[in-house]
């Protein structure tokens, strides 16, 4: 079980694939605009990863190495068009503000580089935990993304969470800042940008003094990074 | 004809797909490290999303409307961008060896550059016209173009800059396309 359990903290923290890796930025920035978004695209590409790395994991045998990219491709394009439909069927009103980004899954060269380097080699129990791995670091990426912005844009936390689980999750919503200490431009397209970098340079500048204070292990270095980046 | 420039120019500027839409970051921030790659990218890109905007935009209304398989238009749409690169890649090695040259190892990279099937799926979605979506796809694309030669040439000066450690590499990278970001908002309800 070790092994299983490395496969996972490799997969989640030490290649994180949004702050390690950059990738599968356009999404990380477009759909941070709230937490509730953040958890409805964390959950759908959660779904597509999963699915698409055990299904490669599964078909790689019988899958030629000269077509390997296209079945990879239209394999994700599958699993994608299911996490539309489920969307549009069990929460339609939050499929709406992030339809684009659902149906742009596809493209997310993050599911394409697991399924190449991991679930294309290994067997079906690790590319799952590696898939699951992967999609829970870049929803922490994306939930920690979209807290900031939508706690210092818009002074709430968890609005509109009904659209995802029912009448009775209208009481999570948060009123943290008045108006007057609200910071517009963080929802405004700029603000994605720059909220991406400072959190990062937080994050570089935390990992460097961690690193220089004492010649630690880079594992509690990148761990104390996002809980830094929790806090801010 | 106005409202095609229209359309056009708010795809180009007001609308702009990279600083405004979040489409097409990877070769964004990923190949804008020197001009004449970000170029070269750019002008690529111009090709295959435009080509595969016409090609979704027939096959959507000629193929998938009339079966009622309108479901399908993700697998259906990623296979024709990956055939337009393959084509385009076909078509440049044999009538132009120097662009291909030039060119060829972004052409493989465009099938994943989200812009492509983001500017597919929204001319469905705002259901525009034939001529429309022509015009709103060679407004993304130049769009896109000029994004990436503009903050090639920024990064290329950030590379003497003295940046504090903790911003060095990507962060100040997301803070300078951050203030570009900003100056395009600058474009906004400018004709649209």
């Keep these: 079980?070790?092994?299983?359990?490395?496969?996972?903290?490799?997969?989640?923290?030490?290649?994180?694939?949004?702050?390690?890796?950059?990738?599968?930025?356009?999404?990380?920035?477009?759909?941070?605009t709230s937490v509730v978004n953040?958890?409805?695209?964390?959950?759908?590409?959660?779904?597509?990863?999963?699915?698409?790395s055990s299904s490669?994991?599964?078909?790689?045998?019988?899958?030629?190495?000269?077509?390997?990219?296209?079945?990879?491709?239209?394999?994700?394009?599958?699993?994608?068009?299911?996490?539309?439909?489920l969307l549009q069927a069990f929460a339609f009103?939050?499929?709406?503000?992030?339809?684009?980004?659902?149906?742009?899954?596809?493209?997310?060269?993050?599911?394409?580089?697991?399924?190449?380097?991991?679930?294309?080699?290994q067997s079906l129990g690790a590319s799952v935990i590696d898939a699951l791995g992967t999609a829970l670091g870049f929803a922490i990426a994306l939930l920690l993304l979209g807290g900031f912005r939508e706690l210092l844009g818009s002074g709430t936390l968890f609005a509109g969470m009904s659209q995802l689980f029912g009448p009775s999750a209208q009481a999570w919503q948060l009123d943290l800042l008045t108006e007057d200490?609200?910071?517009?431009?963080?929802?405004?397209?700029?603000?994605?940008?720059?909220?991406?970098?400072?959190?990062?340079?937080?994050?570089?500048?935390?990992?460097?003094?961690?690193?220089?204070?004492?010649?630690?292990?880079?594992?509690?270095?990148?761990d104390d990074a996002p809980q830094n980046q929790g806090q801010t | 004809m106005a409202d095609l420039a229209l359309i056009l120019l708010g795809a180009l500027l007001v609308n702009n797909f990279v600083l405004a839409q979040f489409l097409g970051l990877c070769p964004f921030i990923g190949s804008t490290g020197r001009y004449d790659t970000a170029a070269a990218m750019g002008l690529a890109t111009t090709f295959v999303l435009t080509l595969s905007a016409v090609a979704t935009y027939v096959l959507h209304h000629q193929l998938l409307v009339p079966l009622g398989l309108e479901f399908l238009r993700i697998i259906v749409f990623i296979v024709v961008i990956a055939s337009v690169v393959q084509l385009t890649e076909l078509y440049l090695r044999s009538t132009s060896p120097l662009l291909h040259q030039v060119l060829g190892i972004y052409l493989p990279l465009i099938t994943t550059n989200c812009a492509?099937?983001?500017?597919?799926?929204?001319?469905?979605?705002?259901?525009?016209?034939?001529?429309?979506?022509?015009?709103?796809?060679?407004?993304?694309?130049?769009?896109?173009?000029?994004?990436?030669?503009?903050?090639?040439?920024?990064?290329?000066?950030?590379?003497?800059?003295?940046?504090?450690?903790?911003?060095?590499?990507?962060p100040i990278t997301l803070i300078t396309a951050g203030i570009l970001s900003m100056a395009f908002m600058g474009f906004a309800g400018f004709g649209v």
Excluded: K
């Design chain 1, 1 to 32: 079980m070790s092994h299983g359990t490395q496969i996972f903290s490799n997969a989640w923290l030490h290649n994180n694939p949004a702050w390690i890796q950059l990738l599968g930025l356009c999404p990380l920035l477009a759909v941070s």
């Design chain 1, 38 to 52: 953040a958890l409805g695209l964390s959950l759908a590409t959660a779904l597509v990863m999963v699915g698409a």
């Design chain 1, 56 to 85: 490669i994991a599964m078909l790689r045998r019988w899958i030629p190495d000269f077509a390997r990219l296209p079945c990879f491709v239209l394999i994700i394009a599958t699993f994608t068009t299911a996490a539309m439909l």
């Design chain 1, 93 to 121: 009103e939050l499929y709406l503000s992030i339809a684009l980004f659902v149906q742009i899954i596809v493209t997310n060269c993050m599911i394409l580089s697991r399924a190449e380097s991991f679930a294309s080699r």
């Design chain 1, 181 to 222: 200490w609200q910071i517009r431009l963080l929802s405004l397209p700029p603000g994605a940008f720059l909220a991406a970098g400072l959190l990062l340079a937080g994050a570089n500048a935390l990992i460097n003094r961690i690193s220089r204070s004492s010649t630690e292990q880079p594992e509690s270095a990148g």
């Design chain 2, 116 to 170: 492509v099937l983001g500017v597919a799926l929204l001319a469905l979605q705002q259901s525009l016209s034939f001529a429309a979506t022509i015009a709103y796809a060679s407004g993304a694309a130049l769009g896109f173009t000029l994004v990436m030669v503009l903050f090639a040439a920024i990064r290329e000066r950030l590379q003497d800059a003295r940046i504090p450690e903790a911003f060095s590499g990507t």
